[in-house]
């Protein structure tokens, strides 16, 4: 091997031989903690949980996205995202143009609330397809009312982050990659969420197709019994977390993942924070 191929394979490597770790920080979703506690408290639980940072919701209410700052800073507990909440009941891919505005002030509150937090990303699931808007019109429309965002997004620094969910929409990962590059914006990228493509498909092939596309992800595990799928507890259900790891690292992601399950108190958080870790050593 010569010096100039031996330097090729370290830097094509994303580890270091004998590194299983990878390089991701673990955050808690915010609705996991108990509803029962104040900000604060529930930020300083997520992070003496072993959490690393946190992922928040929408928050209209300018009072308490102030309070969530404060416990952001108390706690040492940086929020990261914000998942965007307008965008089910308000699709911006629905015909009514009254329900998109909705949908559209819902990202801008987002967006608004990421820089205040000092978050680098919102996510948004983009349309919704059903009876009523086929395929074609969610495609459209959403990308539409999607490019009127990315000023916004831009001038703030703050990355627009696509979700696929069970949403009949953006159903396999080419598809997904061709949705993001259409854009042709760094401020519009993948917000991957592992768990929802084990219904059809394998996480572990989604991720080395979207690769640098995939800004964050999220985490949870899923059971298939009878054609039902049903939520358990991470390494519980069917997907390969090896497989997921080994994707990971050959694409070399180092940015954040965020579990996303049920609620529970501190010793449930503890062993979710640990069985996380599991998943991110490749045990």
Sequence with gaps: ????TLLGAALAAPFLEGESRLPIR??????????????????????D?????????TTP????AEEMLVASKMAG?????VMNQAHWTYPLSS???????????????????????????VLL??????????????????????????PIAAESKIIIGIEEVWNKFLLSPLEFARYIDSFESPWIRAYFDVGNVAISGYPQD?????????????????????????????????????????SLAAINYKGTATVELAAGDGDYLKEVNRRFEQILSGV
């Design 206 to 246: 989604w991720i080395r197709v979207l690769g640098k596309r995939i800004v964050k992800l999220h985490i949870k595990d899923f059971k298939f019994e009878k054609n039902l799928a049903s939520w358990v507890g991470l390494k519980d259900g069917q997907i390969d977390w090896r497989a997921v790891h080994a």
């Design 125 to 150: 699931v983009p349309a919704v397809v059903n009876a009523e808007v086929s395929y074609a019109q969610a495609w459209e429309r959403s990308q539409r009312q999607i490019r009127k965002l990315i």
């Design 77 to 81: 507990l940086p929020i990261h995202s």
């Design 61 to 64: 209410d300018q009072a308490k």
């Design 26 to 47: 673990k955050a808690v979703e915010f609705n996991m903690l108990p509803k029962s506690l104040r900000a604060i408290d529930a930020f300083q639980l997520a992070k």
């Design 1 to 4: 091997m010569t010096r100039r």
């Design 49 to 57: 949980c072993g959490f690393e940072e946190i992922e928040c919701p």
């Design 95 to 121: 015909p009514d143009p009254a329900v998109v505005e909705k949908s559209l002030e819902g990202m801008r509150v987002s967006l608004t609330n990421a820089k205040l937090w000092g978050a680098d990303t």
